[in-house]
């Protein structure tokens, strides 16, 4: 079966007490969180706070040890059975559910970050900078270090201004979106993350 994501290559993920059939938490996995998840045995998940890859108990030691994972019909989300270490909530409450929702909210926040495509792909190269696998283009990007990526932005710029001042129409979409990865690995490398690059341009409008 096909797995569904969503606009940002995330899909949402239900922690549930194995034991007692209590729901813990729900957080948001990607492709490379889902397979350190069932080949490690410990929960990952996406942090979209911290735009990173969070294996779920690092800091606190309260781990999610998996127990089984399921899909539901529509292949949307993700059912993980797991056994906890201890509370799951930071707060330090058992469940992250634990404030009963009896009125309508007076107000509501939105949390629309980035454009999705941007995310997904900055994702990916966490993960392939976490796993730096060896047929991997960003992994030999990532060893060859900050300037050797700094450089592939700057002739990938040049290759879009080129583009563009000679008419090349066609082709400026092919070299903006090598100027946007290239840039995002940069990023990674650097630690920034896009949603420091939408803040800029907010503080800009």
Known sequence: MDMKVNDKGLIPAIAQDVNTGKVLMLGYMNPGTLKRTLEGGQVWFYSRSQEDLWHKGEISGNYLNLKSAWIDCDADTILLQVEPDGPTCHTGEPSC?????????????????????IEELYSVIQDRQKDMPPDSYTTTLLQEGTNRIAQKVVEEAGETAIAAA?????????????????????????????SQIWQELRNRR
């Open 97 to 117: 559910f634990f404030n009963a929702l009896d009125q309508m909210p007076e107000a509501y926040e939105d949390t629309d970050i980035g454009s999705g495509i």
């Open 166 to 194: 000679s008419g090349d129409v066609d082709h400026i979409p092919s070299e903006v979106a090598d100027m946007i990865y290239h840039t995002l690995v940069l990023m990674a490398d650097s630690g920034v993350k896009p």
